[in-house]
């Protein structure tokens, strides 16, 4: 690799090396809840409210070496691809979080991932306060950095001094910088870094679950290895059942 190709690379390399340094205990805690979890054969609910805080869950979704147990809770308002503008306006709006976690199933002694990078808009807050209320775990992916960074009087922010870092039962910094995209040598153009961050942080957290529960870990194979196909089989049948997504 050479020019913008090295460069990018290279602060994406040191980005991990952020969320490495900021989370030595964060991570190893949220992992043996999820193994905890996945032991009494209770799903890993993965919320991601926010236009690009899907992405994250989506990447460890059904993928070869994530555990099988995880169940992404989609919300189609914030999604993308039903429209940018009304993304970012549903995921502002009062209201809809306790519908959201009802619709999920999620329940007393579960486990959830919210994900988040600012982790302060309406639609997060209300998602992690209904699932404590459920007596359910939230683990939360967020940046303290772009939390601090959001005015207290902001439109994207449901009330001053709360975010997901102080209502998740563990958090684990994602450690983006305020802004998300981050100009690299002078160019006009800013690299977002939301989606790699959240996507190390999610994967190091699962496979520290999976290294936990050890060789039975129920993880996805890749279809196109040998016995891919017949292994995969025998997990869609514990869980299809009961993943909606699957």
């Known amino acids: 690799m ?27 805690r949220a992992a043996q809840r999820i193994a905890s ?11 991601g409210p926010g236009a690009h805080s899907h992405l994250g869950i989506q990447d460890v979704f059904y993928r070869p070496g994530m555990l099988a147990a995880v169940a992404p809770v989609l919300d189609e308002a914030t999604l993308l691809t039903n429209g940018a503008r009304a993304s970012t306006r549903a995921e502002r709006t009062p209201g809809r979080g306790e519908e959201i976690v009802a619709a999920s199933g999620i329940g007393p002694g579960d486990v959830a991932l919210v994900v988040n990078t600012a982790g302060v808009n309406a639609t997060v807050v209300e998602i992690a306060r209904a699932i404590t209320t459920r007596g359910a775990q939230v683990v939360g992916f967020s940046s303290r950095a772009c ?8 439109p994207g922010r449901l009330e001053a001094g709360t975010a997901l870092s102080t209502l998740a039962a563990t958090h684990v910094d994602t450690c983006v910088p305020p802004g998300d995209a981050e100009t690299i040598d002078g160019g006009p153009l800013g690299v977002p870094l939301t989606t790699a961050a959240q996507s190390f942080a999610l994967t190091w957290t699962l496979a520290e679950s999976a290294r936990l529960l050890g060789p039975d870990a129920p993880v996805w194979a890749s279809s196109y290895s040998d016995g891919g196909d017949a292994h995969n089989a025998a997990i869609m049948a514990r869980y299809a059942p009961r993943v909606v997504a699957l």
């Open 2 to 28: 050479t020019g913008l190709g090295s460069t990018i690379a290279a602060r994406v390399g040191a980005l991990y090396a952020e969320i490495i340094a900021a989370n030595p205990d964060s991570v190893p």
């Open 37 to 47: 979890a996945v032991r009494e054969d209770r799903l890993v609910y993965a919320f």
């Open 147 to 154: 939390e601090r960074a959001v005015d207290a009087d902001h």
